[in-house]
C-alpha cells in the first residue's frame, strides 16, 4: 500500500463516504504484520447502521481483536503498550458525535485524545470521515458538528507522521 507503520506512527486516514478509507486503513494494518486492536466507535441506532457493522466486521480478519468504545477512546489507546501491536480506530466522526451528545467536555476530550496520540506507544492509525468539502449546514447543531471535527481533523494532522485522503478508493498522501 505504499506507505509503512513505525513504533508510535500516527496515521490519520480521510475520506468522504464510500471513499475506501476504511479498507486503505485496514490493509495498512494487515500489511504492518502486527497485532491489531481494532477500535470501533459505531453505534447501531437502527437496522441499516446494524447491517453496516455488520459487514465491516465480516470484512474483518478474524483474529484481530475488537474493542467497541465511545468516549473512552483516548483511555482505551492509552493501554495499549504491547510489543507488535497496532491499533485501528474506526472512526473519530462517530466518535466526535458521541462525545458532543455526551455533554461531555468537548475540549476536554480532545486534549485527553492529542495527549494520548502523542505519547501512543504503539502505532495508531485513525480513520475519519472529511465531511468539510460540502456546503455549510444549516443548522446549527450541524454547523458546529462540521467545525468540531474540522478543528480535530486539523489537530491530529499537525501530530501525524503521515495524513492520507481517499478519493475514489484512491489513496492521496497529503502528509508523509
Not at 505504499?2 to 508510535?8: A, F, K, R, Y
Not at 485501528?88 to 480532545?110: F, I, N, P, Y
Not at 499537525?158 to 475514489?168: G, P
Request: hydrophobic letters at 45%; a negative charge; charged letters at 20%.
Amino acid at each position: 500500500m505504499g506507505q509503512s507503520l513505525e513504533n508510535s506512527c500516527i496515521h490519520l486516514v480521510l475520506g468522504g463516504a464510500r471513499s475506501g478509507k476504511s479498507g486503505y486503513a485496514e490493509q495498512l494494518a494487515k500489511d504492518s504484520q502486527l497485532n491489531v486492536l481494532y477500535l470501533a466507535t459505531a453505534k447501531a441506532f437502527d437496522a441499516e447502521m446494524a447491517k453496516r457493522i455488520a459487514k465491516h466486521q465480516a470484512d474483518r480478519p478474524s483474529h484481530w481483536q475488537t474493542q467497541e468504545v465511545t468516549s473512552e477512546l483516548a483511555q482505551t489507546i492509552d493501554q495499549c503498550r504491547g510489543e507488535n501491536q497496532l491499533v485501528l480506530v474506526d472512526c473519530l466522526t462517530l466518535w466526535l458525535m458521541d462525545v458532543m451528545e455526551s455533554k461531555r467536555g468537548l475540549d476536554q476530550a480532545v486534549d485527553e485524545l492529542l495527549m494520548t496520540l502523542q505519547r501512543a506507544q504503539v502505532p495508531v492509525i485513525l480513520v475519519s470521515n472529511e465531511i468539510s468539502m460540502g456546503v455549510v449546514p444549516m443548522g446549527e447543531l450541524s454547523r458546529s458538528y462540521v467545525d468540531n471535527l474540522g478543528r480535530l481533523h486539523q489537530k491530529i494532522a499537525q501530530i501525524a507522521e503521515n495524513v492520507t485522503l481517499m478519493v475514489a478508493g484512491i489513496p492521496m498522501v497529503v502528509k508523509a
